[in-house]
């Protein structure tokens, strides 16, 4: 069935107002025609819809394979440090992490890569290769449980490829936003949860104009992928903001395609991608709700300046040759600049089972 066939059918069974969220859940993930289930990733440059980090370079893979090291000798250096990558789309992050580790610390690391997009799997196949062979990475499924482990849980831009529901505030009730037969609208909805969330957030109180997004599959998410991690690092890398800051400056879908962004997120489902901002204050409070602890987040640019050797990498950049060094350059600016990466993005830690913070 075509994609807009779906969408009409599901408008229908909705009594013609479509929940975003449910527009966004079948545009990404429905089995034969999401997105994220085409055989074509949508990742890269020419010809392609939209870049991530990875595309940039290796010097985040490099960046958190010290930071994994750290939370591997923070664990006494257990002999299998697992790091489960959810989302991990090509697999390009632990190609760069499992390339970058050295010594005790790589010959503890072992990467899964967790994506059911079949272009991830493919691309990931080939990326991982050596690794696949040598049994330091494998995948696995989404629907499978995962067994419990020590290590840590990594994502690059999982969280705003969830389905995810916009809410305003008109001043005397909640609207949501939907999808009807004649364009997108909002319609009045009991708000429930997010509303009460919402209204907990809001620093001056609720304005009209005031919104944000909410994003119903985070909780199981959440437990899911914590309920797993028995002691380690949980470190997720997103765009997004504070629940506050969410609510003031009103968050809402965004869609990319051909490296363009607008808000038309109702516009050719399956063919360009959907994305919303992460409510980091949300995300964490689930971590603390799943018993993890030391929960911070920070934007990408300090994280960078606090974690990756710059000094050192400065000098060993001095051998390359000049395009190389141009590279690397380049590779660090996209990280930190504020305009580009650096303010926003965010990455945000928070450990599990007793180890601390630091
Ligand atoms: C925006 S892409 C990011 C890919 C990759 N991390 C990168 O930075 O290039 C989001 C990916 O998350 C995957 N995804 C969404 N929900 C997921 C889930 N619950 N578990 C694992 N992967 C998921 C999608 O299939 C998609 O490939």
């Not at 994994?68 to 760069?96: K, M, N, Y």
């Not at 482990?149 to 505030?169: M, T, V």
């Not at 119903?216 to 959440?222: A, I, K």
Request: hydrophobic share 40%.
């Amino acid at each position: 069935m075509k994609m807009h066939m779906i969408i009409d059918e599901l408008l229908r069974q909705n009594s013609l107002a479509l929940p975003a969220s449910d527009f966004m859940a079948q545009a990404l993930y429905h089995p034969e025609q999401g997105y994220y289930r085409r055989p074509l990733g949508p990742w890269g440059f020419e010809g392609k819809d939209y870049y991530t980090a990875l595309d940039l370079g290796p010097l985040l893979g490099e960046a958190l394979a010290l930071r994994l090291e750290r939370a591997w000798e923070r664990l006494d250096r257990p002999g299998v440090f697992t790091v489960l990558e959810p989302g991990a789309g090509r697999g390009w992050l632990g190609r760069d992490l499992l390339g970058a580790a050295r010594g005790a610390f790589a010959e503890a690391l072992v990467y899964v890569h967790r994506d059911d997009n079949p272009a991830a799997r493919e691309m990931a196949a080939k990326a991982l290769e050596p690794w696949l062979e040598s049994g330091k990475a494998r995948f696995i499924q989404e629907g499978d449980g995962i067994a419990p482990f020590s290590g840590a849980i990594l994502s690059n831009e999982l969280f705003d490829a969830l389905p995810a529901q916009p809410w305003r505030w008109t001043g005397e009730a909640w609207e949501r936003e939907v999808l009807t037969a004649d364009g997108p609208g909002w319609e009045a909805s009991d708000a429930g949860e997010a509303g009460a969330w919402f209204a907990a957030h809001a620093e001056d109180g609720l304005q009209p104009g005031d919104g944000s997004i909410w994003c119903e599959g985070l909780p199981q998410l959440v437990a899911e992928l914590c309920g797993a991690l028995q002691a380690g690092l949980f470190l997720a890398i997103d765009y997004g903001e504070s629940a506050s800051r969410l609510l003031s400056k009103g968050a809402g879908l965004r869609r990319y395609k051909g490296h363009t962004v607008d808000g038309r997120w109702w516009e050719e489902p399956g063919e360009s991608d959907l994305t919303a901002d992460v409510d980091f204050t949300r995300l964490e409070s689930l971590l603390r709700g799943a018993g993890l602890s030391g929960s911070g987040h920070v934007s990408l640019s300090r994280w960078i300046r606090e974690h990756a050797p710059l000094a050192d990498w400065e000098e060993a950049w001095q051998s390359l040759d000049s395009v190389a060094r141009v590279k690397r350059m380049e590779n660090l600016l996209q990280l930190t600049l504020p305009g580009m990466m650096g303010e926003r993005f965010r990455v945000l830690e928070a450990w599990a089972n007793g180890c601390s913070a630091s």
